[in-house]
């Protein structure tokens, strides 16, 4: 079964410190994996996935497969970035058919002025 | 504000009654997919729809059906079965199959 764990609930950072979300990911194949972004009062929203290798709003993730994580990053932290991110993985359809898309139960970052 | 509409924005439920949570898309998305949001427990997928006129259960589908008789539409009905059915919940729509998913902004059901 496919798993995906944020350890940590709650971050608090110092605006302008680094961040680091942390998400490690369980499953057997070739996972495909998401971070997903809810800012106050505002829809769930993509951030970003691994695929795309972009960096959205200063932040990036890399793929590490050797230690199954897929940690989110931002060198200098902004008071904007305080929400709610959800890491997810897809994968794929299972034996059965089933889609497959898992997300963990979210950490929520607060950056103090 | 188009793209994906839920509806009503919050519902309350009484013991024994069923009710149904509407999901709009105009995105021309093939996908659609029900989550539950409980606090501290995430997103867990409930039943989503790869295509019209199926659909197929997720991880707490008991309690729950869906229809999806129109491309753009994926009502889900909390049926008296669902022993705890106060929960946030969230309809989303992608392109395909493992694309970006959309959400809607959710509906909050309550039980007197």
């Known amino acids: 079964a496919q798993r995906v764990t944020q350890p940590e609930k709650l971050l608090s950072v110092f605006k302008g410190a680094p961040v680091e979300l942390k998400c490690n990911y369980s499953y057997s194949g070739s996972p495909e994996l998401f971070w997903y972004v809810q800012y106050s009062r505002q829809r769930l929203q993509l951030l970003l996935r691994h695929i795309s290798r972009e960096s959205i709003k200063g932040f990036t993730a890399d793929l590490n497969k050797g230690e199954t994580s897929f940690h989110l990053k931002k060198p200098f932290a902004q008071e904007e970035d305080s929400a709610m991110y959800y890491c997810a993985l897809s994968g794929g359809y299972s034996g059965a058919g089933s889609y497959q898309l898992t997300f963990g139960k979210g950490t929520k970052l607060s950056v103090i002025p | 504000d188009g793209g994906i509409t839920q509806s009503p924005k919050y519902l309350f439920r009484k013991e024994g009654q069923n009710v149904t949570l509407s999901c709009e898309q105009n995105l021309n998305h093939d996908a659609m997919y029900w989550y539950r949001q409980d606090p501290g427990q995430g997103l867990r997928l409930i039943y989503y729809?790869?295509?019209?006129?199926?659909?197929q259960k997720g991880d707490i589908a008991e309690g729950y059906s869906v229809s999806r008789e129109k491309k753009e539409s994926f009502p889900l009905t909390v049926t008296s079965a669902q022993k705890n059915p106060t929960a946030f919940y969230l309809c989303?729509?992608?392109?395909?199959?493992?694309?970006?998913?959309?959400f809607g902004s959710g509906t909050q059901l309550s039980v007197l």
């Open positions: 729809s790869q295509i019209v006129n199926d659909f």
């Open positions: 989303a729509s992608s392109i395909g199959f493992n694309e970006k998913l959309f």
